[in-house]
């Protein structure tokens, strides 16, 4: 089962990735071979296996709910790309 | 002997004593950093500065009897992966380029109090991703036992600063086969302890349910000690494990007695290079005139365990990275730019998806660029229960396998790798090949288990085998101490390279 570059392009913006059609082109065409080879273990016979999400399986790690001192504005800021000193700035989301 | 050859133990030692200073063993270092880094390219940043402030306040403090750390004076270098506050943390990424984390990951806060020097951070695979370190966006590093050879990855710049003494210890992740698979391609030691027995806490997420930071060292001896340091429960990390530190520095010289060893059958199979057979052949030889029993066990799902790697560590990894979109922190793309290129393929687009779709475009390098797409084809609606569910169940199997196998034997051992390093560029084009080379070491990520590798001999061609032991959850003082009676029966790991 090899991937077509429709797909592909589908999965890329949901994965909000711009890809350039050389791009597109190289990656349809590893993905479809990873994919044939990941495909090996619809074979395995996993009938009542539960799923394993988790290696050391813990449950419910609870800590007290007390207020603490969290990151001060300036350094939560200081790596953004834009920033007016109290929101991050982003391109307009609604209409002009 | 010259402080760059010797062990991180014996260096803190004879700080201890007196014999030599911190500030002697980070200017040993440091010279040898600006002597061999530029034809190894492992360093992405020297704090030769900073290192040697600290050094002399260590100094300063032992002098006048203060009391000091348990690593005090130690030199290190730590992977790009762990954040440092106010001091680039790149991940081996464009995106995070100019990224200053704003606190320290909790394993570099334990270094901190243990009054360990930092030399600077080296050189990854972009995000962790990658078996050979050529997917950093910076520099290729190369094997110091080989200038045309790959170190191995994602943590190649730890073991080839460690392999070429630039450091006698480096803080590297796995969440794969990163830190034991570039130890077994340089000929130095590397240790992935049980998942949660460090904290992950600041250390920036590839895989989160893979992910375990890991110390790389010329010993056993030395990632002993070092796991000591860094290893125990941390609020800040729910998944870190809540249970007492052994003293794994103090037992680590005590052999095993009435040890059996498992080789798995599934290890010797097609595809293992003659060479490393024959190295973890004799490797077993040495183990029975140690006295150890070897005994055949059988962990049938592991030929699935690439697979089962690939799918899981993909969809955690398109879940993680998705927090990298131009707006909080990392690159954002030039947006007037943007606008003014006007509509593209993605018209129906806002300008701020736009703006996401084309950051993560420029900031991601095409391996993290290919597991975000397979991550999210596999999570994508209708594909969910084929492959990541699936994955989830087989992953289970495989940790049955090794639980199975742990009841009849003490220590897995066998390969690290198939094949010794290979030369820089040849399997670029071809990541499939590249995946397949990790089939012995992501089993130990998918279980939990820890594993380290230690050097066990050379091909032919002077290239450093490494040999791979694995024990069951939390028993990494056995593990320690099965790989230490090996180390003690050889001088594998004291060869350096020329």
């Known amino acids: 089962m090899s991937l077509s570059r429709e797909a592909v392009t589908k999965v890329a913006l949901l994965a909000r990735l711009e890809l350039t059609p050389e791009e597109l082109d190289s990656i349809t065409s590893q993905l479809g071979q990873i994919v044939d080879y990941v495909q090996q273990l619809s074979s395995v016979d996993t009938e009542g296996v539960e799923p394993m999400a988790h290696a050391m399986e813990q449950h419910n790690v609870f800590r007290a709910d007390e207020v603490r001192p969290s990151l001060p504005r300036e350094e939560a800021l200081a790596n953004a790309p834009r920033h007016n000193d109290e929101y991050y700035r982003v391109p307009a989301v609604l209409g002009d | ?498």
């Open chain 2, 1 to 498: 002997m010259q402080l760059t050859e010797t062990s991180a133990v014996d260096l803190v030692e004879g700080l201890q004593a007196g014999r030599w200073t911190a500030v002697e063993v980070a200017r040993s270092f440091l010279e040898r950093i600006s002597g061999k880094d530029p034809e190894i390219g492992a360093f992405l940043q020297v704090h030769a500065d900073a290192a040697l402030e600290q050094a002399e306040r260590i100094d300063a403090r032992r002098a006048t009897g203060k009391s000091v750390g348990k690593l005090a004076g130690l030199p290190l270098s730590l992977k790009d992966v762990l954040c440092t506050r106010s001091q680039p943390t790149t991940c081996g990424s464009r995106m995070l380029e100019n990224f200053q984390p704003p606190f320290d990951a909790t394993s570099v806060a334990k270094l901190r109090d243990a009054d360990a020097v930092f030399l600077g951070k080296v050189n990854m695979d972009e995000f962790a991703m990658g078996s050979s370190c050529e997917n950093s966006a910076f520099q290729a590093t190369r094997n110091p036992w080989n200038l045309e050879c790959i170190p191995g990855g994602s943590s190649g710049g730890s073991a080839a600063c460690v392999a070429a003494g630039m450091a006698p210890i480096s803080i590297g992740s796995d969440t794969g086969g990163s830190v034991r698979q570039p130890a077994a391609l340089c000929g130095v030691t590397g240790l992935k302890p049980t998942y949660g027995r460090i904290s992950r806490y600041g250390l920036v997420a590839f895989a989160s349910s893979l992910d375990q930071i890991g110390p790389v060292g010329t010993s056993v001896r030395d990632v002993a000690l070092l796991l000591e340091v860094l290893a125990g429960h941390d609020p800040l990390d729910s998944t870190s494990i809540d249970a007492p530190v052994p003293p794994y520095s103090q037992t680590v010289e005590q052999p095993l007695k009435n040890l059996t060893l498992g080789i798995a059958k599934e290890h010797f199979e097609s595809g293992l290079d003659g060479d490393v057979e024959s190295a973890v052949r004799e490797a077993l030889r040495v183990y029975e005139s140690l006295g150890a029993t070897i005994k055949e066990v059988s962990l049938p799902h592991a030929p699935h365990a690439v697979g089962t790697y690939y799918i899981i560590a993909c969809c955690e990894c398109s879940s993680n990275l998705a927090r990298y979109d131009g707006v909080h922190y990392g690159h954002r793309t030039d947006v007037s730019q943007m606008l003014a290129e006007g509509g593209n393929s993605n018209d129906d687009l806002t300008p701020l998806e736009r703006m996401y779709c084309r950051s993560r475009a420029e900031g991601f390098g095409p391996e993290v660029k290919r597991r975000i797409m397979l991550g999210t084809y596999a999570l994508s609606a209708g594909y969910y229960d084929a492959y990541y569910l699936q994955a989830l169940k087989v992953r289970r199997l495989i940790r049955q396998d090794f639980d199975k196998a742990f009841e009849e034997v003490d220590l897995l051992v066998g390969p690290v790798m198939p094949t010794a390093a290979y030369k820089l560029g040849e399997k670029v084009e071809d990541p499939l090949s590249m995946y397949l080379s990790d089939l012995f070491t992501v089993s130990a990520n998918l279980t939990g288990q820890p594993a380290i590798s230690v050097p066990c001999g050379f091909t032919s061609g002077g290239l450093p085998i490494g040999l791979h032991l694995q024990a069951p959850p939390m028993e990494e003082e056995r593990l320690l101490r099965g790989a230490w009676m090996f180390q003690n029966a050889t001088d594998w790991h004291q060869r350096r390279p020329q």
